[in-house]
């Protein structure tokens, strides 16, 4: 095959798509020198372009043989990589021009005739040529002469003539073959170049095609100016919208909530709680529905007028003020005071709240206001008020002070309090502090002060960091009464006879298979608020008021306090808990006294067993001594210990000792369905028996609950069940047992069926008997029975419309009664209705025979933020029943509510 010709077409091609192209590469690459290529050369031009391209490289000598034939392996690479650039785009195939496809077809043209060349050379080869029979033929005949005596002369020269012919055939044979060789190496790239001629005459009908398409839209082309202009007003556009995302924001809020209505007993003078009835369902308090949520107080003769009307309006991207101030964002809201009581004056309008965050000299900072609920926290035994309990104004200001040494986050607080845990008596005082907290590489270091007027001064450290495994927490408070030496100018207080202190250090370690912890703490009793009522001019021992100015502590449910360690006591403590395999191990111990060092109270534990996944099974002991003597340290149900040292614990959550600070030692069995390693998920199961040594009490007991999806429905079943024995009369608890179960059922929406109707059942029982009586006997037996059932309609008569109708039922024999300041029946004693772990639905351990029952059937309308609520209560004293088994009180009731925010 000419290499000459093929060389020049594919670089003719190339050439023509290559100055087609409408981005030029940043810098041409490096020719390689062809050193066999002479210059001035005819095709030295070409073969440069396809060597720069990289469709020919030449021979690893550096030379080209521009006279040497190309093979069919050749031809191929050449072609090959000169479609492969056509197809990745790096040579635009629409730029061939006619010019450019006629020069392909006429060297297609000259292969075709090469190719004809070489069949006539062929031919006249094969019409010539020897072939092998003859030739075998032809020298039989000579073996045959030679056979035969004769002229030797004659003879030698036959042979000589035979022998010449023979190196002629041969020599025709491999001419015949390198012909053949040629003909399907032609044959082949003239079929290549054949389906190239094909894709390049698609491709101009294309280009005519689209050619076409831009003359016929020639008319609607705008001239040049027309098109500056116009991008010019874009660029104006552009400006003006980017300034515009630059400007002010402002967005307004606000909203309308109230409440009215009453219930109200219409028979009878006992009022009762009703809440008991509704919880846990669709019509529960938190839903809207009746009353406040808690089964411990009367619900019966409590009204609902309440209402309140906010509004408010934020800014954000406000702007630089001086150069120094940069304000972000910032925000207004306001309420409307007596909208609707026209006898208790004119409507105003307040200012809830304000705030205010950006830069100072480049350091972030946020100013906040609240009318009602100024919420902050310095630390946990000072000024720690983070509640919403509606009982201060003032102002909270933060800043990140990296221009000060250090870099700490500064807080500042002042406002105005009427909080009695803050006041010490007085009607409403100033209170201001200052915090700032730095921030080392190894955690927080915080430093605080703190003062209320006419109550106390105090100042605060506190720090948490953390060095590798090691963890180290705590703080320290010292606090002042306002009186004496620090109310007077120059004189300072004596911190051994003036100060108050708390204080507490932490250190907890992880190693991985094992954890460590152990604390030290030290809290004055002054810490704590009193059990006194609240009563304005009593000394300060006597009301709520305490060291920390706090109120948040003391405001959790059931009275519990939040703080790490409850005030009046001096103790420290340890605890280690490890899991090796499968193998589980935990340990504790903690003593303390008061604060004046009396009444040590001392306690540890072990315990030991084995764990798989969330499943733990162990055994273990503890041991409790006050003042030395062996204690049971028990509540009383048994169900824990009655010494609580604050919500740290003295496990520090490490050690996970069951029935810790107790005389006890027993086996239990556990699973957590919540645990991310749970082996059964939502299965949570507790079984094991415990023996208090003191009072010789055992009880047994196992419990648990379980909620799954099946079909839509969700079940969530619970039970319980536990014995107690006990040998001495005289103790509290008497042997006696309890049974406890019950199911929760609720549908998904049947979206099937009309109003898409929704329907739950609760029902819970709990049944506890003397000894190990079973069942229900004829006398003695203390019962709880809840059952409550109902129905929720959807999008009736009109989209988001819902109606909801309730009845449930409620009946407790000889549950408690107000012996020991316990309530009677017509209202509980916490709501573990649903709770496994406790024996009790609404009522307590309390011994008596306070029964009774009460019902109520109760509905909901709800559309689009109102409610309406309707219902019926009715009470029974089933220790002295009404005539005719009348209702010993009725309670009719309604509250309508709305909510609306815009």
Known sequence: MKKGLLILTAALTFGSMAAAQTTATSSAPQVPALTDVPAGHWAKDAIDKLVSRGIILGYPDGTFRGTQNLTRYEAAVIIARLLDQMRSGEVAVDGLD????????????????????????VTDLEENMVSKEDFARLEERVNALGAVEGDPTALQGITDQLAALNTSVDELTANYDTLRADVDDNASNIAALNDLTVLLNQDILDLQDRVSAVEAA?????????????????????????????????????????????????????????????????????????????????????????????????????????????VNDAYLNFGVGNFWDINAGDVYVTLDSAGVSGTLAGQKFSADYSAYSSNFKFQDYLFNNSDDNETRRGIVFNLAAASLPGAPDLTVVLGNTNSP??????????????????????????????????????????FNVKFGVLNLKGEGVLSFPNTGRL???????NIQTDADAAGYLEARADLGIVKFGANARAINPAFAPSDSAFTVGLPQDNTPANAGMSDTPYLAVNGVN???????????????????????????????????????????????????????????YNNLTINGVAADGANSAYTGSSQYIGATGVGMGISAVPFTMTSSF???????????????????????????????????????????????????????????????????????????????????????????????LNVANRITNADTAFGVQPSGTKTELLGQVGISLNNVVVPGASVKLGYAYYQGFGVNSSNGGIAPVMIGSANNAFNAASPYLYGSNATGNDSAKMDGVYTQIGWNGLTANYGVFRYYDLNAPAANGAPTSVAQGFKVGYTFKF
């Open 98 to 121: 006619q010019e450019v496809l006629t020069a392909l077809q006429n060297a297609v043209q000259e292969l075709a005739a090469d190719l004809a060349a070489l069949g006539v050379r």
């Open 421 to 462: 845990y803050m006041t010490n008596g007085l009607d409403s005082a100033n209170y201001y502090g200052v915090r700032m907290a730095y921030k080392p590489a190894a955690g927080t270091f915080g430093v605080s002060a703190a003062i209320v007027e006419g109550n106390r001064t105090g100042f605060g450290t506190d």
């Open 562 to 620: 939040t703080l790490p360690y409850v005030p009046n006591q001096i103790g420290f403590g340890a605890a280690l808990g490890t899991t090796v395999g499968p193998v589980a191990l935990g340990a504790y111990g903690d003593t303390r006294t008061d604060w004046w060092g009396n009444g040590r109270i001392t306690g540890f534990g072990v315990k030991a067993g084995a764990q798989i996944s969330a499943l733990q099974l162990v055994a273990f």
């Open 218 to 326: 020639q008319s609607d082309f705008v001239l040049r100016a027309d098109f500056d202009n116009l991008t010019n007003r874009v660029a104006g556009i552009d400006t003006r919208v980017t300034n515009l995302e630059k400007a002010p924001k402002f967005s307004v809020s606000g909203g309308f909530s109230g409440t009215f209505g009453r219930l109200n007993l219409v028979q009878g003078t006992v009022g009762f709680d009703v809440d008991r009835l509704t919880a846990n369902t669709p019509q529960s308090a938190s839903n809207g529905g009746f009353r406040d949520g808690d089964v411990t107080t009367v619900d019966t003769g409590k009204d609902y007028n309440t209402g309140s009307l906010t509004f408010g309006v934020k800014a954000s991207q406000l702007g630089t003020i001086g150069g120094v101030v940069t």
């Open 487 to 493: 109310a007077t100018l120059g004189q300072f207080p």
């Open 666 to 760: 027993g086996a239990q069995v556990s699973h957590s369905g919540t645990a991310a390693n749970a082996l059964v998920k939502n299965l949570n199961l507790t079984l094991g028996d415990v023996y208090f040594t003191v009072s010789k009490t055992n009880r047994f007991y196992v419990y648990g609950d379980y909620s799954a999806t099946l079909g839509g429905f969700t079940v969530a079943p619970m039970f319980h069940y536990s014995i107690l024995t006990n040998t001495d009369t005289t103790a509290y608890a008497q042997n006696q047992n309890t049974v406890k179960y019950g199911i929760k059922l609720a549908s998904p929406e049947l979206t099937s069926v009309p109003f898409s109707p929704s329907m739950y």
